[in-house]
């Protein structure tokens, strides 16, 4: 049992008071008379908490009034009813969690609903249901990772027509944001109180492992901006993807696939001042009646000389059991095939010849993304970053988007995948 278990324990309202004098300033209620708190924060920021702490105190309140205990009715609203239960409940900072041991509420799985000692209840909710919510009233709401709701506009409206109950109903809304209509209508709004925390705000809580192999990964980048800093990063206007269409199209892992490829694009000079050489791994499967490619990898780098980047390239041919190698061969003609050659002869290597401008190759591969014909295999952020950035010809050549492009234009435009059912030959 940790410190502060034997606290909340013991001594609830030391506990309370220490998490009042510790917790961080976007962590603490905002003064005056506002409606909505939004707290936008990256991950591992703290919001969770915050948002566990601000229901407990509203609910245990009613402690000091019994009156004021029936009329405690809360709204909890995740993405799911999973993660209602299991973030915002039963989460290591969760309501419960939170909760000193003679006021901990207690779960009722078959109603969706905590119940207090005070007599205060909480009802869970889903993004995925938004007419669940009509019939109920409620005085306060909390609604977590707002941003990853399926139906956000129809659930957030059910639920402000449901916060009809006391004086002055208020909510809370805890997400790392990303640039929705919803979140900048809320941000603008009169009522809404705005706090903002980083991930490194929190760093004594989280592990240095994160920092070292996670957070590192982001950094610098847009999507970094966004899941680390907390930042409402906008789309750019006439990029042809944006970062709903690429969230839209993440998940954890690939089916078997017919066919993969290792795509790459050569820089166009070699060195240490080198532009990066992208290559970009991906692959296809058949997905009911349709055939779906699955970006696997992003192993692109700067400053490699020829030889290093086809070392490269050769050796995420074998590691993923790739078809072909597909190489642009603009810059360099044949040297780019011969390169690769000479690293591995046995390795099959198409050349690819751009004959059209980036946009121009680019606008196909976006419609697959808009037709949910791809897939991203985890997250890519520097890659990414080039996808919601590019808006045209000129400016730096985004060499990872030109080889995603080259990939998936052979899987799915060029040469068209298998239809289901016909399996790859190795």
Known sequence: MTVEEILKRDFPELAEKLWRLHAHKHQQEPQGDWTTWLILGGRGAGKTRAGAEW???IATAANDNADGAAAQCIALVAETYADAREVMIEGPSGIRAVAAEDSRPVYEASRRRLVWPSGAVAYAFSAEDPDGIRGYQF???WSDELCKWRYAEETWSNLQLALRLGDKPRQIATTTPRPSA???RLMAAATTEVSRATTYDNRAHLSDAFFTEIAALYEGTALGRQELLGEVIDDVAGALW???????ARVTAAPALDRCVVAVDPPATSGPDADECGIIIAGVASCGDDMTAFVLAD?????????QWAEKTAAAYHEFEADRIVVEVNQGGDMAKAVIAQVDPSAPVRGVHATRGKRLRAEPVAALYERTRVRHV???PKLEDQMVTYAGEG????DRLDALVWALTDLMLKNPAPKPGVKRLN
């Open 378 to 380: 985890g997250a890519f």
């Open 395 to 398: 400016g730096k050549s985004p």
């Open 139 to 141: 005085t306060g709401a």
């Open 299 to 307: 192993w692109s780098a700067a400053g490699l000389s020829p030889r």
């Open 242 to 248: 944006n970062w709903n269409l690429i969230e839209a």
């Open 182 to 184: 919803l979140i900048k």
């Open 55 to 57: 229901v407990r105190a």
